[in-house]
C-alpha cells in the first residue's frame, strides 16, 4: 500500500539493543511528548544521516515535528564542503537564536560536518549551542542530549574506523514513500586537494552486505520503489564477509539489490572515474532495474589541474571511462560535479573543462567555484590566486554551456516513450505528476485516476526545457 506520510508511521527499530547508553536512557530521558526538528544541508549522506540520528532519538522517546517553534530539540546537520555552506548554517543559527531566546529549555545541537571541523571551537563561536556531534558519534546522541538537560554541554567528534550504523534502521524523514537513500559506505580515503570531506568523515569503511540487501528488502516491502546507494566513492565499496572470506564488491552488491524485486529501482552515487569498472557498467546493462545514469565528476577538462587536485587520473583516462559507459549502456545519461578557478588554472585549462561538457554530453551537472578550505592539501600546498571576479565568470560561462548541452540532450528525448516511476505532484500544480526516467530526468505529466505515486507509467515526452521534460500517458511502450 502507497504511504502518504511515512514520516509519522512511529519509530523504526535500531535492531542491536546492547549498544552502550541507549537502553540506559530510553528510561531516564523523560519519553513522552518531545520533538525534535532536524534541517539538513550538504550532500545526500547528510540527509541520510539524519534518518539516521531520527531514529536514534525516537528510540528514546522523541518524535519528529516540521515546526522549529514546538520543537525541544533542533537539530541542524551541517555541511563544510565551500565556505557558503558554513556561512548557511551560521545564518540559520541566528534564526534558531531568537528562538531559543523565547523558549527556555529548548536544546540546539550541531551534527555533522561543521562540527566535526570545528569541534570544541564551536562552543566557544556559537554560544546558543548545546552540543556538538560528529558524524561518526550520533549514538551517543542521547547521553549528549541528557547531560545539556542538565545543563551540560557536550561534544563528541571522535572518527570511528568501524562506525557504519548497519543496524539501525533509519527513520524516514520527509520521504515520498516511494524513493529512499541506503547508505552502503562512509569516509573517503580519496585525498582531492580541494576537499574537506577525508577531515570531516574520516576513513572509508563499507557497510556490512547482508544489512544493506535487508533495508532495501524492507524498504521495498514498505511501498518504496527506488533506492539510492550512497557513499562518497560507492565504486570502492568493498566488504570482507567475516565468516566465509568472500568479498562482495560494488557490482556484486548492485546486482544483489537489483535482484530484492524487478520493481525496486538501484541508482547510486557518486562514482569515482578512476574506479568504475566495466565490471560495474556491465551489472548496470544487464539489469533493467539498475539505473541507465551515472553521476561521473570529472572536476575538471585539463590534465594538469586534475593532477593538482590529487584526483588520480587526467583527460584521457576521464574519456577512455565515458567511451566506455556509452559503448556499453548506450543510453546512458551521464553528470558531472565541476569545480572553476581552482589553483593556478589558466584560461586554456578553463576551456578544456567547457569542451569536456561538450564532449560527454553531460545531462547535468552541478557547477562550484572554488572555495579554499582550511587544513586541506590545497590550502597547505597552493595559493587560491584566481580572483573571486575570474572564477565567477568562469563559472557562469560553464553554466551557459552545460544548460545548452542539457537542453540538447532533453531535446533529443523528445517523442520517445520512457517507463517512469511516479513521485508525486508536479511542483507547480497539483493536475500533474512527476517522475524520473531511468535516465534521472523529471518528467512532468497529466495525472490518470489509474495510477498513483509508487506506480511505473510509459510517458511520451512531448516537449522539454534544459531542466525538464513534458509528456503523456501512453499504453504500454509505444
Ligand atoms: N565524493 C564525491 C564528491 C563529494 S563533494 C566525488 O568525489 O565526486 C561534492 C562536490 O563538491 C565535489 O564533487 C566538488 O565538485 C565540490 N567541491 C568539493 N570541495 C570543493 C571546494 N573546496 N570548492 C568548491 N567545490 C568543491
Ligand atoms: Fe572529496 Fe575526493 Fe573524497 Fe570526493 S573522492 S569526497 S571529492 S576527497
Ligand atoms: Fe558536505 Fe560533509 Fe557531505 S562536507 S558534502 S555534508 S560529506
Redesign the pocket.
Known sequence: MYNDNPTLTGPAKIVDESKQGEVFFKDTLKASKKHFYIESYG?QMNFSDSEIVGSILSEVGFSPTRDVESADLILINTCS??EKAEENVRQRLRVFDKIKKSKPGMLVGVLGCMAERLKAKFLEEERLVDMVVGPDSYRDLPSLVAGAEEGEKGVNVFLSREETYADISPLRLGSNGVTGFISIMRG?D?M?S????PYTRGRERSRDFFSIVAEATDLYNRGFREVTLLG??VDSYKWTNPESGNTVNFANLLEMVAKVHPDLRIRFS?S?PKDITDEVLHTIAAHENICNYIHL?V?SGNSRVLDLMNRTYDRAWYMERVKSIYRIIPDCAISS???TGFCTETEEEHQDTLSMIEWAKYSMS?M??????PG?LAHRKYEDDIPEKVKRSRLSEIVRVQMQVSFKHNQKDIGNTFKVLIEGDSKKSDLDFKGRNSQNKMIVFPKSKDCKPGDYVWVKVYDATSATLKGKIVIGDG
Do not use: L
Open positions: 550532500c564542503i565551500r573517503c580519496n582531492c580541494f576537499c574537506v570531506v562518497q566513492n557518486t569515482h565528476p572536476q560535479d565541476i569545480i552541478y562550484f567555484f572554488y572555495s579554499e578550505r586541506t
